[in-house]
């Protein structure tokens, strides 16, 4: 079940902002959004199958799905990738659905609600014998965020944190260097709460379960 990566909410709520797209916005704006999309779902299903991806292709996949949730929400996202200069990006492999459901909880319960700027940085750096990834957003904070997912508890259920820790799960039972991550509060100067930021520790040699 854990294989359908894309949230049925997120799409549930991309089929409703293409109308809106056209009604309020006209034909330009719907025909980028209904690309955008379309690309989406088609790179969803042709991934759906796999049991690791390429960083390459992974790095595609989100970048796009950041650009969609910006068409959707009507706010720009400036996204940031940092990759050290040593990984190679197409011999370089992730366990499949290990980004998007960080990027997902980013902009949901961090950038929605926010006012100004929006920004997701994303940092590869290489390790002996494990890949770091570092996830990072200046949205509203635990705090507000913890505050705005009891209002609407409800309503609205995402999926993604449930998503990961089954991955998460899978991949280190069968493998003997453990994927890990961890989640960091950021603060500013005086202590306002200024983002969140995750960060996973990924084998850089693990077995796939790919026949």
């Known amino acids: 079940a854990y294989s359908a990566q894309m949230n049925p909410h997120f799409i549930f709520n991309a089929l409703n902002a293409m109308q809106a797209a056209l009604v309020l916005h006209g034909e330009e704006k719907f025909n980028k959004y209904i690309s955008s999309f379309s690309k989406l779902i088609r790179n969803t299903f042709e991934m759906s199958n796999l049991d690791k991806i390429s960083l390459d292709v992974e790095l595609d996949y989100i970048e796009n799905y950041i650009d969609l949730q910006a068409l959707r929400l009507e706010k720009a996202i400036q996204t940031t990738i940092h990759i050290d200069d040593e990984i190679e990006l197409e011999t370089t492999y992730l366990p499949y659905m290990m980004l998007q459901p960080i990027v997902e909880n980013a902009i949901v319960h961090g950038l929605v609600k926010k006012d100004g700027e929006n920004k997701i940085d994303i940092h590869f750096t290489k390790l002996p014998y494990f890949l770091r990834c570092r996830i990072s957003d200046n949205g509203i904070g635990r705090t507000a965020s913890a ?65």
Do not use: C, W
């Not at 089954?166 to 069968?174: A, E, G």
């Not at 493998?175 to 996973?200: C, H, M, Q, W």
């Open 147 to 211: 505050e705005e997912s009891e209002k609407y508890k409800n309503t609205h259920k995402s999926f993604a944190t449930q998503i990961m820790k089954q991955r998460i799960d899978t991949f280190n039972y069968y493998n003997k260097y453990e994927l890990s991550f961890n989640i960091e509060y950021l603060y500013d100067d005086k202590g306002r709460p200024s983002g969140t930021a995750v960060t996973l520790m990924i084998p850089l040699d693990f077995k796939s379960l790919e026949k």
